[in-house]
C-alpha cells in the first residue's frame, strides 16, 4: 500500500509522515531529500546555471540513491549519507529552483516509484499524490496558516543550532511557497481524491492520529 503526503514548507508533513510511517510499519520515503541532494551535487558540481539539455546529461552520472533502512530510505551521494549537508536556507530555496525543471523531475520519478515497488511505503513531497503516485490508495494534503509554518521551520532550524532571523524564514518561505505552486510541471496542490488537513490548530500527534485513522479506514475499504 501506498500512502501519499504533500503540502507546503512547514505544514508539518515531515515529522507526520516519519511518525505515521512508523506506527503503520511502512517504510519513509522524504522525497525533498532527493531534490536537495541534486541541489547539493549541482552546486558542487558548477551545474545551477546549465541549461537542460546540460542538465539531463549531468544527472545520469550523478551516484545518488535512495536506499531502504530501518525502516526509511536514505539518500547516499557518492555513497554518503546526505543529511548532514542539505538542511539548510541556501539548500532549500536552491532544491526549490531546480525542482521546476523537467530533467530533474523526470530523473527522479523512476527512483521516487521504484520505493513504492519495494513494499508498503509513505512517500512525502509536493506532487507524491498528483504525479508521481497518482493511484495511491491514501491521499493527504497538509496545510497550515503561513505564520505558524514559519515558526515551525524557524524552530527546526534553531533547533538543529543554525542561527536564523524570523523575518529571512517567512521571506524565504513565501518565494518558496510562490515557486512550488506555480511553477509549470507538477505543481504543488492537492489531489482530487486526497483528504486536506490542516494541521494550523493541531499537535502533532493529534495529525499522527487523525492520518492513521484514515489509512486504516481505507485498508478496511471504507469508500474514499
Ligand atoms: O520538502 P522539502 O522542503 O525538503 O523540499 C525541498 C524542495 O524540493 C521544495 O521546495 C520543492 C522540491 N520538491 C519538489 O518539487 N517535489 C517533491 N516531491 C519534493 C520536493
Not at 524565504?172 to 496542490?189: A, E, F, I, K, N
Amino acid at each position: 500500500m501506498v500512502v501519499t503526503v504533500d503540502g507546503p514548507a512547514g505544514s508539518g508533513k515531515s515529522s507526520a509522515s516519519r511518525l505515521l510511517a512508523q506506527e503503520l510499519g511502512f517504510a519513509f520515503l522524504d522525497t525533498g531529500a532527493l531534490y536537495r541532494a541534486i541541489a547539493l551535487a549541482a552546486r558542487r558540481d558548477g551545474m545551477l546555471e546549465a541549461g537542460e539539455a546540460e542538465l539531463a546529461a549531468w544527472l545520469k552520472q550523478v551516484p545518488l540513491e535512495a536506499k531502504s533502512q530501518g525502516g526509511r530510505f536514505v539518500v547516499f551521494l557518492d555513497g554518503q549519507d546526505v543529511e548532514p549537508f542539505i538542511r539548510n536556507e541556501a539548500i532549500s530555496q536552491l532544491a526549490s529552483r531546480l525542482s521546476a525543471l523537467a530533467p530533474v523531475r523526470e530523473h527522479l520519478l523512476g527512483l521516487q516509484r521504484a520505493a513504492g515497488r519495494a513494499g508498503d511505503l509513505v512517500a512525502e513531497g509536493r506532487d507524491m499524490g498528483t504525479v508521481v503516485f497518482p493511484g495511491a490508495e491514501a491521499k493527504f494534503f497538509l496545510t497550515a496558516g503561513e505564520s505558524e509554518r514559519a515558526h515551525r521551520r524557524w524552530l527546526e532550524l534553531t533547533q538543529s543550532g543554525q542561527q536564523v532571523d524570523m523575518a529571512d524564514v517567512l521571506a524565504d518561505l513565501r518565494l518558496r511557497d510562490q515557486r512550488d505552486s506555480q511553477r509549470s510541471l507538477s505543481p504543488l496542490r492537492p489531489a482530487e481524491d486526497a483528504v486536506v488537513l490542516d494541521t494550523t490548530p493541531l499537535s502533532l500527534s493529534e495529525v499522527v492520529a487523525a492520518l492513521a485513522q484514515k489509512v486504516r479506514e481505507r485498508r478496511a475499504g471504507a469508500p474514499r
